[in-house]
């Protein structure tokens, strides 16, 4: 299957810029680079990712070493009592040494091949420690993002319940005076109750958004988090990188590459598996007393030998590794494919959304005011006697669904950046600053 990338995103708008140089298109505040630092030097997650990137480079050691020579040696004492016809004790003592030389030589460059296939490995576990951070990066953003949104929130519909306390309490007086109906008041105890199963709601909410940027943070869940929410700030929109390039700047599409690269290696590797192997040994012992010919050339030479090894009949166990190994290198291909595919998806997708939610922000601002003046309209002719009370608590109901839904499609575009820079392989601007809490 081949991919057609197209030169520039198909669902970028022709008045977006691309300007020659990286914008960044997030500026993240001090408070959260913080959390980010706490993260990368506690999250359990990112720490695996760092030991397996040290587990494939001892891969790539093993691999490398099968190229060298095999040297061991080895020493032995042994001490013998025996008595001779006289009954007299002899003892007698030996020292031995024992060094071994082996070198397969690598004639087919399987060996060779072998360890191309693990320093393949070796760079894509790079890639996908740059792709782990990258993540958990974002999602501390994003888990940052939905606290604050949950707070605001909560901050909302605990004003609004607090007004509504004081309008059930003023209708109270009204209908006392014979100024309003007891169905008024009952409306308005409807409506106080409405925002407090919102407002119990939320507070639910900000309590899971704290726990899940406290595990992200290598914390426990309830752990408490002194944060002033400090804004996170937006660039005008712009993109200065390509689809194309965008296959060099995502480390999970090189991670893969990478793997296709590997497991090419091993299928050429594997395919030489009924070729002869050729091993150079040489084997020298010697006594206490001859120690010295350990290091003699001369007597290396003269206990050289050369082994010539070929499998005749081991049923099929090659072949099927071979195959096995011609499958794995169509599997790392076809998920090549598709992480292009998904991450072309991913940022055609985002940019799709950074116009529809500012569009949609756009509305809900203009609703909100228009909102918030028909209510104060309505209060007014409210205190006249010319509306009802059933039309004020409606308009009042739909502005704080309006003051939050504003409040949603602001922290809709945020997340939406931070899932397009993501997406795009771009680098969040931050700093690592050690013994900060919070």
């Known amino acids: 299957m081949d991919i057609q990338i197209p030169e520039q995103w198909q669902s970028l708008q022709s008045d977006v810029a691309t300007p020659q140089h990286n914008t960044q298109l997030l500026q993240l505040p001090n ?11 506690q999250n359990t997650d990112f720490s695996v990712a760092m030991q397996r990137l040290q587990m494939s480079a001892a ?21 013998n009592e025996r008595f001779n016809d006289n009954d007299k004790r002899i003892d007698s003592k030996s020292l031995s040494h024992k060094l071994r030389v082996a070198w397969e030589l690598d004639v087919w460059g399987r060996l060779a091949e072998q360890e191309n296939a693990a320093s393949a490995d070796w760079q894509a576990v790079q ?25 605001e929130l909560s901050a909302l ?50 309590n899971a958004a704290r726990s899940r940027l406290n595990i992200l943070l290598g914390r426990y869940p309830t752990s408490p988090l002194k944060l002033n929410f400090e804004p996170v700030q937006i660039a005008d929109f712009s993109l200065s990188i390509n689809p194309a390039n965008v296959l060099q700047s995502r480390p999970d599409i090189r991670a893969a590459e990478y793997r296709v690269a590997s497991a090419f290696n091993q299928w050429k590797s594997s395919s030489k598996g009924y070729l002869p192997s050729f091993r150079l040994a040489a084997d020298i012992s010697s006594s206490e007393s001859s ?27 090659l072949e099927n590794i071979h195959l096995k190994n011609a499958s794995k290198e169509q599997i790392a291909w076809l998920n090549y494919q598709k992480r292009i595919l998904t991450a072309m998806k991913e940022i055609e997708s985002s940019v799709y959304a950074e116009y529809e939610l500012n569009e949609r922000k756009s509305a809900i601002f203009q609703s909100t005011n228009a909102i918030q003046a ?23 109901s739909r502005r704080i669904n309006s003051q939050a839904d504003l409040v949603r499609v602001n922290h809709a575009i945020l997340s939406n950046r931070v899932t397009l820079t993501l997406a795009l392989g771009e680098h969040f601007n931050f700093e690592v600053k050690a013994n900060e809490t919070y």
């Open 127 to 151: 890639a996908d420690y740059q792709d782990a951070q990258q993540s958990l990066v974002a999602q501390v953003i994003q888990a940052y993002l939905d606290l604050t949104l949950n707070t």
């Open 31 to 41: 408070e959260l680079q913080g959390l980010i630092a706490q993260a990368l030097a």
């Open 59 to 79: 891969d790539l050691q093993i691999a490398q070493g099968q190229l060298l020579p095999d040297v061991s040696a080895a020493s032995g004492w042994s001490y």
């Open 157 to 206: 519909f605990a004003a609004n319940f607090a007004n509504q306390q004081k309008r059930v309490s003023t209708m109270l007086n009204r209908v006392d005076l014979g100024l309003a109906k007891p169905v008024d008041l009952y409306l308005a105890k409807t409506s106080l109750h409405n925002i407090e199963t919102q407002l119990s709601t939320q507070k639910s909410r900000v």
């Open 374 to 396: 028909a209510e104060q309209l309505l209060l007014a002719q409210y205190e006249q006697g010319i509306t009802n009370s059933s039309s004020v608590f409606n308009i009042q």
């Open 291 to 317: 120690l010295r010919d350990l290091f003699n050339w001369q007597s290396w030479l003269a206990r050289l030998a050369a082994d010539i090894s070929m499998p005749i009949f081991d049923a099929d166990r």
